[in-house]
């Protein structure tokens, strides 16, 4: 039996910190096939675009999953970025020696730390989260050291014994596509999802960095599953 599986095993509920993203959409199936029981919760931070919280709740009643909604929007007034301020101009790619102004500081601290908080009153011990170091966009919060650490110290302060799981931690925007499509998700997380910094569904805008960064892994994922399929 493998590593995940004795995690797994633990419990049958897991809760999916959902955005109704590519990446988040994409652990939702992937919880769907390894547990019982899933459960999500969304969190509006003060983005420019809330339409991403009603693509949230559309996926997760489409489903067959509970949804609950937070409101965080304090965030937003904790920093400067291009994600909560209006009139800044979005980075249209990562500076050489800063993340990018896309970037909101401490938002998977404050995600993922209710996130366990809300867990516990449910009696769920895993959590899901779409972060991945490959295709981080510089992002220091979506490393899987910073992960590990708060693993840690979220059940060292809650004396529990939760498990964050990140599905997409080593792959790449095409393998994510590939596992999407693996999860029988293909054609919802193309067309009901919200990735796109300008606040488009579905393939977006295609000028954003999100939207480059999707484009490109399904450019990728289309040819290689092309190529498979001449032979």
Known sequence: ???????????????????????STTCLFWAKKHFEEVYTITFGYGQKHSAEVECAKKIAKDAGVPFHYMDLSFI????????????????????????????????????LSIAAVYARELGIKDIVTGV??????????????????????????????????TPLMWIDKAQTWQ???????????????????????????????????RKHGLEQYQSLRDSANCF
């Open 1 to 23: 039996m493998s590593i995940m599986q004795n995690l797994i095993s633990k419990g049958s509920r897991a809760l999916v910190v959902f955005s109704g993203g590519q990446d």
């Open 76 to 111: 937003s007034g904790l920093s400067k970025n291009s994600l909560t301020d209006h009139d800044m101009v979005m980075d249209s790619e990562k500076p050489a020696d800063s993340a990018p102004n896309t970037f909101v500081p401490g938002r998977n601290l404050f995600f």
């Open 179 to 213: 596992l999407a499509d693996e999860l029988g998700a293909f054609d919802v997380v193309r067309n009901e999802t919200l990735t796109c910094y300008n606040g488009i569904k579905g393939d977006g805008c295609g000028h954003c960095p999100a939207c480059k960064l």
């Open 132 to 165: 991945s170091e490959t295709d981080y966009s510089g992002y220091p919060d979506c490393r899987d050291s910073f992960i590990k650490s708060l693993n840690v110290t979220l059940n060292l302060a809650m004396e529990e014994q939760f498990v964050i799981h």
